[in-house]
């Protein structure tokens, strides 16, 4: 069971989470039923589910001993209960989501012809939302301006909305509700597009035109968006008086965004100093990080994510700030969850020995990244890779270039985003390696393209690391 996809559901459950399914069980299941059964065993082993405890013969020996075949027994039971837990999270996400309970709502009472009873919930829906409406827009962000024109769009197609002469509403509010969701959503997915490897490249589409029209259109309801745009005009005119105003602008105003939106401001905000490219740029985005850390918008719950973890010593390398980051990982370090807290250590310890050039303290550490993660286990080797070339251990490197590249030809698991940044690195380090030792004129000669590449690639790892190599070549 150790994989099963039911135990790795209950696992992200938190205890009052575990205490409210075992009630939605006892609410459809006898005591004596297969799923409750199950669940009484689970519940014990709750939060560590150790290997032992969960194997499938032993659980199958000790929950359905007495049944005729106690593998089947627990194989049907697993089953059912995992359909149960996924009814479950869903009942959750709507308790999180009133207004989504609400269209679901006035939905069934439309199927069901309870027209009188459809107009008269849909007219306390109005209210109640018009003076929820800055909190929700804050919990919710775009998904809630969605919500507000679907709610109109339901008013104004009930069949008999004429008959009951109710206050419908005008075909400008409906406009009106459509745009504040349609410029608020492209606004933040050309964002995306521009500040992440996530989409596939198309040569057909001007985005940058794209991010132009929506930064240049009127302010819109959404607290969020009015700040937005001000980021797209950052990343089109790299201004850094820009850039100024608008983190000044997000210290103030922070507690306007929910905490998906404060990660995304934050994401952006660093696309913005790698575009503008200068000190002062990553300066102010180091700022922006211990804002961030001084105000705990970087957990998610109780957690901080391996990604955010790693950005955060990437940039405290960058700007050589090493007691800082040293300070940083030690700290924070127990705020990573556990199955992740080993390997990220271990791999922010190894970034900040070569930021001190203490290459064979990053060497140690780098051997001891375990390699679960196709990704961990790729970067690890191109940090090694990065040890080898200032140690001048060119055997090693050689060697290490072609086994990264099989592993990288080989493997499936890579979105193609990351492994053409991967590759890049990997072909980067190669070309530079041949200048300096091996001093081939012709791989020389394309020195300024690979920079040119280089840059134009938002999914290199180690970009800035590379870049000093190359320029330490003249």
Not at 217 to 242: F, H
Request: charged share 30%.
């Amino acid at each position: 069971m150790k994989n099963s996809q039911l135990l790795i559901r209950l696992k992200t459950l938190s205890k009052k989470e575990i205490r409210g399914f075992d009630k939605f069980l006892k609410s459809i299941y006898t005591d004596k039923s297969q799923p409750r059964l199950l669940y009484n065993y689970l519940k014990t082993q709750y939060p560590s589910f150790p290997d032992e405890k969960i194997d499938k013969k032993y659980v199958a020996k000790k929950v359905f001993r007495e049944a005729k075949n106690p593998v089947n027994s627990l194989s049907d039971a697993q089953s059912m209960l995992l359909k149960d837990l996924k009814n479950f999270m869903i009942q959750k996400q709507l308790e999180k989501n009133s207004s989504l309970k609400d269209l679901l709502w006035l939905d069934s009472l439309k199927e069901r012809r309870l027209d009188k009873l459809f107009f008269s919930e849909i007219k306390k829906i109005k209210k109640e939302w018009k003076e929820t409406a800055p909190q929700k827009k804050k919990q919710f962000g775009i998904r809630y301006l969605y919500n507000e024109y679907e709610l109109e769009v339901m008013h104004i197609t009930h069949p008999e909305a004429s008959f009951f002469k109710a206050k419908r509403p005008t075909f400008k509010t409906l406009i009106e509700r459509l745009e504040n969701y349609t410029i608020a959503a492209k606004l933040y997915w050309v964002l995306c597009a521009y500040t992440s490897g996530h989409f596939v490249k198309d040569d057909s589409f001007d985005l940058e035109k794209e991010m132009r029209k929506y930064a240049l259109a009127k302010p819109y309801s959404l607290p969020q968006t009015q700040l937005l745009q001000e980021i797209v005009e950052i990343l089109l005119d790299t201004k850094m008086e820009d850039y100024q105003k608008a983190k000044q602008s997000f210290f103030e105003r922070f507690a306007l965004y929910n905490h998906d939106q404060q990660m995304d401001l934050i994401s952006f905000f660093t696309a913005c100093s790698y575009r503008i490219g200068t000190k002062e740029a990553f300066q102010e985005l180091f700022n922006i990080n211990e804002f961030a850390i001084k105000k705990k918008l970087i957990l998610e719950g109780d957690y901080v994510v391996p990604k955010v973890f790693i950005n955060i010593v990437n940039l405290g390398c960058r700007l050589k700030k090493i007691s800082w980051t040293e300070k940083f990982i030690k700290d924070r370090s127990e705020d990573l969850k556990e199955e992740h807290r080993e390997n990220t250590t271990l791999f922010c310890e190894a970034n900040l020995a070569i930021s001190d050039k203490k290459f064979d303290v990053a060497m140690l550490k780098l051997i001891k990244v375990i390699d679960d993660n196709v990704f961990w286990s790729a970067l690890a080797k191109c940090m090694l890779l990065q040890c080898y070339y200032e140690l001048k251990e060119t055997d090693a490197l050689g060697y290490l270039i072609d086994a990264c590249k099989q592993f990288l030809n080989r493997n499936k698991q890579f979105a193609e985003p990351q492994k053409e940044g991967l590759r890049l690195f990997v072909k980067s380090i190669e070309k530079i390696y041949k200048i300096r030792y091996l001093n081939i004129p012709k791989i020389r000669e394309s020195k300024e393209n690979l920079i040119k590449d280089i840059k134009n690639n938002p999914s290199i790892p180690f970009k800035s690391w590379l870049l000093e190599k190359l320029d330490e070549l003249k």
